[in-house]
């Protein structure tokens, strides 16, 4: 059963407040809700304590990075869909984003559009929006 769209939240994780803030921003220009949060420790304490919708992740970010997360997260058993984000675009980026489950990777600065389908897709909010 695919969830509605205002039950998904976009969890934005980004240490860099221009990105975070800006990405926020998208989310709420295209309707969709949005926690952001400038720490992994944050987001894995509100995501354990049973956050649903899916994370955009900075996958270099000081301290723990969003690789690291998604490994937490995995040993945790939550089902968070995953995109990761960096400004390095490079095969090892690429690679350890696939070996911890990021369904989608994009590099920095994302395009607004490739993010928001890329949402859609791991959401299934696509399906959702196409058949209301």
């Known amino acids: 059963m695919v969830k509605a769209a205002a039950d998904l939240v976009v969890h934005v994780v980004d240490d860099d407040a221009s ?16 926690m952001a949060f400038e720490s992994v420790e944050a987001f894995l304490a509100y995501v354990e304590a049973g956050g649903a919708g899916c994370a955009v992740l900075d996958i270099s970010m000081p301290g723990l990075d969003g690789l690291q997360v998604r490994e937490r997260l995995m040993r945790a058993a939550a089902a968070l869909p995953t995109i990761a984000l960096s400004t390095h675009d490079d095969d090892e980026a690429r690679r350890l984003a696939r070996k911890l489950g990021a369904q989608f990777f994009l590099h920095k600065p994302v395009d607004d559009q490739a ?18």
Do not use: F, H, N, P
């Open 19 to 34: 990105i975070r803030t800006g990405l926020a921003r998208l989310m709420r220009a295209a309707g969709r809700r949005t």
């Open 115 to 132: 993010l928001l389908d890329a949402i859609d897709w791991v959401t299934g909010g696509g399906a959702a929006r196409a058949g209301s």
